[in-house]
């Protein structure tokens, strides 16, 4: 897994220093940014917390607005500290990117 850079140089890694979701307070975890986005970072950090009342109340609020069945995790970017939803389908959903030491990715 390649790291971030920040505009100093400062290399960013998955596995040091990671930030608490402002909405639980639980660790959020690494996840590595799909290829062929627009993101620049290599990951950025999500709550994956299934009990975070962000992730919960969304379901409600994407169905009431949209009729969708989805919801969303808050995410930051460590890059440029752009927080803001990540949309997912269900419960499982996006997990598979979830970066840790074993896998690397």
Same mark, same amino acid.
């Given at each position: 897994m390649e790291t971030n850079q920040t505009e100093n140089g400062k290399e960013l890694s998955p596995f040091e220093n990671a930030p608490e979701c402002p909405r639980c307070n639980k660790k959020m975890l690494p996840w590595k940014t799909p290829d062929m986005t627009n993101w620049t970072s290599k990951f950025v950090w999500v709550?994956?917390?299934? /009990?975070?009342? !962000?992730? %919960?109340?969304?379901?409600?609020?994407? /169905?009431?607005? !949209?009729? %969708?069945?989805?919801s969303y995790r808050h995410k930051l970017d460590p890059e440029t500290g752009e927080t803001g939803p990540l949309p997912v389908w269900s419960e499982d959903a996006l997990r598979e990117g979830i970066i840790t030491k074993k896998t690397g990715s």
């Open positions: 709550c994956f917390n299934d /009990e975070c009342d !962000y992730f %919960k109340r969304g379901w409600k609020w994407m /169905e009431e607005k !949209y009729s %969708k069945h989805v």
